[in-house]
């Protein structure tokens, strides 16, 4: 179980990078070329998108999976512990995690044609609600990590 949750972690680096890069090449200004956050439209934005579709999805499934141990182990010594704050934000996570998930067609869809200018309002907000979403996951995620431990 532990390999799995280490798994689980390391793509959800490689997600956080990637959704991270684009968010930032989005939301610069295409005016800001001698700028950091300039360069990040050095790259263009449309070319992580399956990346982000199958790393998101891939983190999904590994945090299903990692979570049965967690439901079984951990939590019930939680909620005997009265740790309510810390179940919460564990339940939000998985809120967050299942709307990120049901975004996921109309974020791909919407930047299936981002050549065209067309959608430009959408994808940028599915892109920042997907960002805020991979952030949250993430944070939450270690900090309940590093406070359970492993099981």
């Known amino acids: 179980m532990v390999t799995l949750a280490i798994l689980h972690g390391v ?7 990637a959704i991270t890069h684009q968010v930032l090449a989005t939301l610069s200004s295409a005016r800001s070329t001698g700028s950091f956050f300039g360069h990040f439209r050095g790259v263009r934005s449309n070319v992580f998108v399956d990346a982000i579709v199958a790393l998101y999805a891939i983190t999904a499934i590994l945090g299903a999976v990692v979570y049965f141990h967690f439901g079984i182990g ?3 010594a939680l909620e005997n512990a009265r740790q309510w704050k810390l179940l919460g934000l564990f339940d939000i996570k998985e809120h967050f995690a299942v709307i990120g998930g049901a975004l996921l067609p109309a974020y791909w869809l919407c930047w299936r044609d981002s050549e065209s200018g067309k959608l430009q309002t959408s994808r940028t907000l599915l892109t920042v609600i997907l960002a805020v979403i991979v952030w949250w996951n993430f944070l939450v995620g270690h900090v309940l990590n590093n406070i359970l431990g492993l099981g």
């Not at 793509?11 to 990078?17: H, K, M, P, R």
């Open 11 to 17: 793509i959800a680096i490689a997600l956080l990078g």
């Open 74 to 76: 951990i939590k019930p």
